[in-house]
């Protein structure tokens, strides 16, 4: 709404203050020339259109940088399904590549050939995804707006942002996945022996890579998470994630010797089938990072953003039973520019407290504060703080533990300084560190007030940063006795509605507009607020069954190219009698053990993986700290199922290894 400047100030009681001044140059005028002759008075900040903007761009910029991450685990995902798919190709044409090599092709070109191979898989791939992604980019837009219903931006519908360099840049890195993902299957050709591989006599030999490259891989992922962010983004920690996950796969030979040798010899010894599985997935490691490595790929991105939302959600439910504790809420306004001028009253304040059900009534003014031009504005909350809450009292003696979210121990306060409470953003953004002073602007035109930063706090709500002053301290020195929020303890007998009727008669007798205030109940923001999360978080969900369903594949794949590889093996195995049914055992058996240690090492590295985007990527991102919580049960099913859809995975896949003829399979030999 426009209103008129004489007629804003009578209608709002705000005579003779301004809060903008818009200064149109001359052609030629320097903005910093300008600046030195005015000599702002403090508390006056000048300002761009550019930086305004650049300031809007940055409260989203660490969402939208997170969902460019969770885009390109998608590629990392889809490196390990085309691994699968080439991986079994190779497998399936190992006579042909003899042959080839017999005829001359060297191994250097197999290996170019299954590359070749390779990027014609991305460059089909990446341009159906542009196609499909496109799609699903406008539909989300359409259905979840631009931040997937997260609220960060309500009232905007975005139009779809199609940039053909963008989509050439993604479409490259589909490719180079695909080629990545072909590596090893592109090496497992070029070392084949073309005289063994001609008579079938099992796969081709694998370069076993240095023993020492996957712990050193974790121990780098370790130290890049101790490094500082990169203009306001956690690139480090995004580089720590990759350095884990692929120092995880890495060590999948070394966690499989070490784990299968821990299991009993006894049973082995009573059962030929079992040890059969057992044994074989011991020594050929080599194989199990072929077998296993999609399984810890996906599980452990599965676990880590499991971990991740468990705990970001849990430390929500737990800030939001501290910040909520009265019965009832009521405000003036639904934005901070609406608060700023339409308030309440103590007067007001002092008329709901003695209604009948209310026990006590807490009033809070909330404005904003610029601290610096290329930071958005803080919030500055003024309310009765520790054990004076509700009194309009402030002491050095209070606790503000009983009302605020506190993550750091309150120090004294200083004599002579107003004590404030700062958020974490505010500690990020400001340094303003528990025992430092930070200088507030409350008053244009005047000097700033020292304050003395006691304490930080927890708050989800704004990212930008937030300040809690004593009610008595803002009064006394900004003379400005509004509040704009108020918070109502009532009587156990207290009817919610009756009330509401009651507090608005109250209003309109006072000569205000009750119609105006708006009301909310703890249980009814909780829902809102863990409402809008869930749907923020959806995608996480759709991440992990992908991810979960390209790692089976990967193992559907890996089976099926080593029963291809193996049938010489199964059906000597039934000429010396064991039947069609212990064969299946065996490569069940197999399945099984794998994937138990591909569960384990998935877990062990998404709980590594949750570390990290728990206490080093949202810190970076988004300047608030959560505790870190493992929801076990969810843990437990979901390697279980893991595990189970694994073992059946492969027994499928073993099904063609009992389908031939066990004395042809013998025979077949050159």
Known sequence: GVMDLAGAQDTFGLHGQLSRLDVQLQGGAQPEALLKALALPPGVIADSPDAATQRVSNVSRAY????????????????????????LSVAKRQQQFALLGVLGLSGRERLQLVLWESAAIGLLGSVLGLAVGTGLAATALKLLAGDLGGGYFPGIAPSLQW????????????????????????????????????????????????????????????????????????????????????????????????????????????????????????????????ATAGVVASLSLSVALTVMVTSFRGSVT???????????????????????????????????????????????????????????????????????????KDTDDDDPGRSLPLVSDAIPARPGFVSIYVSEAMVDLYDARPGTTLQLPLQAGQPPVTAWVRAVWRDYARQQGAIVIGEADYQRLTGDTGLNDLALHLAPEARTADLQAAIRATAAAQGLDGALLEFAEPREIRQTTLRIFDRSF????????????????????????????????????????????????IVAGEGAALTSVGALLGLALGIAVSMVLVHVVNPQ??????????????????????VVAGTLTALVAGRTAVGRDAVLAVKEDW
């Open 64 to 87: 939208r940088v997170n969902l460019t991450v969770l885009a390109l685990v998608a590629l990392f995902t889809g490196a390990f399904l085309v691994f699968s798919i080439l991986a």
């Open 318 to 392: 737990q800030w939001l039973d501290v910040v909520l504790p009265a019965d009832l809420y009521a405000r003036t306004a639904k934005s901070s520019s609406g608060a700023e001028a339409m308030h309440l009253d103590h007067r007001f304040l002092n008329a709901i407290a003695a209604l009948p059900g209310v026990q006590r009534a807490t009033g809070i003014r909330v404005s904003s504060l610029s601290l610096r031009p290329d930071q958005p504005a803080v919030a500055l909350l003024a309310r009765p703080i520790g054990e004076s809450a509700g009194s309009g």
């Open 163 to 290: 940039s053909p360099w963008a989509a050439l840049l993604y479409g490259a890195l589909g490719v180079v996945a695909a080629i990545v993902g072909g590596l090893l299957p592109a090496r497992a050709a070029q070392q084949l022996a073309p005289a063994q591989a001609l008579k079938g006599l099992g796969d081709a030999p694998s370069g076993r890579a240095q023993q020492g490259f996957g712990p050193l891989l974790l121990m780098v992922g370790v130290g890049l998470t101790q490094l500082p962010a990169v203009g306001g983004l956690p690139l480090f920690a995004y580089l720590a994630v990759v350095a884990l996950l692929v120092g995880g796969i890495a060590c999948v030979p070394l966690a499989v010797g070490a784990l299968l040798s821990l299991w009993p010899r006894a049973p082995l010894a009573r059962h030929a089938a079992l040890m059969l599985s057992v044994e074989r997935a011991r020594r050929m490691r080599h194989t199990a990072t072929v």
């Open 538 to 585: 959806a995608v996480t969900y759709w991440l992990q069954a992908v991810a979960i369903g390209i790692g089976l594949f990967g193992v559907a794949a890996s089976f099926s190219a080593q029963v291809l590889a193996r049938r010489k093996e199964f059906g000597l195995l039934g000429h010396l009698g064991f039947t069609r049914r212990q064969i299946l055992g």
């Open 621 to 642: 991102s988004f300047h608030w700290t959560m505790d870190l919580l493992l929801p076990w049960p969810r843990l437990a099913a979901l390697c279980a199922s893991v």
